[in-house]
């Protein structure tokens, strides 16, 4: 049997602070986002449709400032059998296009889903500042975080 987890993993281009950026989302959505930690880094962290948003800003392509809105599931229990012994499969289905659309229309923002590149682009800036830091990292990283925070 499959449980169907939504997520989405979506970017903005701007200069604004991820604080406020954080506030047009919150509105947009209608959640709110506070101040936290995400694998190690300040976050923006909201709960909505049973999904913990994560936005952050990060280094983009030609180093553009980016807003980064990603999400995982925020009920560890949620891919668990009733009896707590197994696990279900996921379908995972994929609201960024909608997400794109509505912040768009919401936020004032141009809101886009990452490519490769754009991906790339944001882990060499981040492995830089990694490398900085002592090599902190996601090495650690298991297939149940990968499972539940998705390629990113």
């Not at 976050?43 to 909505?48: G, K, N, P, S, W």
């Not at 279900?88 to 994929?94: P, S, Y």
């Not at 297939?143 to 925070?149: G, K, L, T, Y």
Request: proline share 3%; hydrophobic share 40%.
């Amino acid at each position: 049997m499959k449980r169907q987890a939504i997520y989405l993993d979506v970017r903005a281009d701007t200069d604004e602070h991820p604080g406020q950026v954080a506030a047009r989302v919150g509105r947009a959505l209608d959640c709110t986002f506070a101040e936290g930690e995400h694998l190690g880094w300040y976050a923006q962290i909201a709960h909505v449709f049973g999904l913990k948003l994560v936005l952050v800003g990060r280094a983009g392509i030609g180093g553009k400032n980016v807003i980064k809105v990603t999400s995982q599931l925020a009920e560890a229990d949620f891919l668990r059998t009733p009896d707590g012994n197994g696990r279900f499969e996921q379908d995972r289905v994929d609201i960024s296009p909608y997400i794109t659309v509505l912040l768009t229309l919401r936020t004032g923002l141009l809101w886009y889903q990452p490519t490769a590149e754009d991906r790339a682009a944001e882990n060499k800036a981040a492995s830089r500042f990694d490398d900085f830091l002592g090599g902190v990292g996601t090495d650690s990283w298991t297939s149940d975080d990968e499972e539940r925070f998705g390629d990113w």
